[in-house]
């Protein structure tokens, strides 16, 4: 039972690395290519700005989600 804990909180640990330097270099990206355009959105048309960011947002959220996923099947199947 120690071992499976042991390995759960190694893979969240794992996850939780990876997510915190994926949404990091996003934020990064996303900052300096569409900054200038993000801005220049929200200043003069305030609701397609608001679908942009939405997007956005999902986006970031499936692709973190399937980087991650991808990455722990690659760790537990050496592991096992």
């Known amino acids: 039972m ?5 390995r759960t909180v190694r893979a969240f640990l794992i996850e939780l690395a990876v997510y915190a330097v994926l949404v990091v270099a996003y934020f990064v990206l996303v900052l300096h ?5 993000l801005y220049q959105l929200e200043t003069h048309h305030r609701y397609t700005y ?18 991650t996923t991808l990455l722990l099947r690659v760790l537990r199947g050496r592991s096992e």
């Open 2 to 6: 120690k071992k499976e804990a042991t």
């Open 33 to 37: 290519l569409l900054g200038g355009w």
């Open 50 to 67: 608001a679908g942009v960011a939405i997007l956005l947002i999902i986006g970031q959220a499936v692709v973190l989600e399937s980087v």
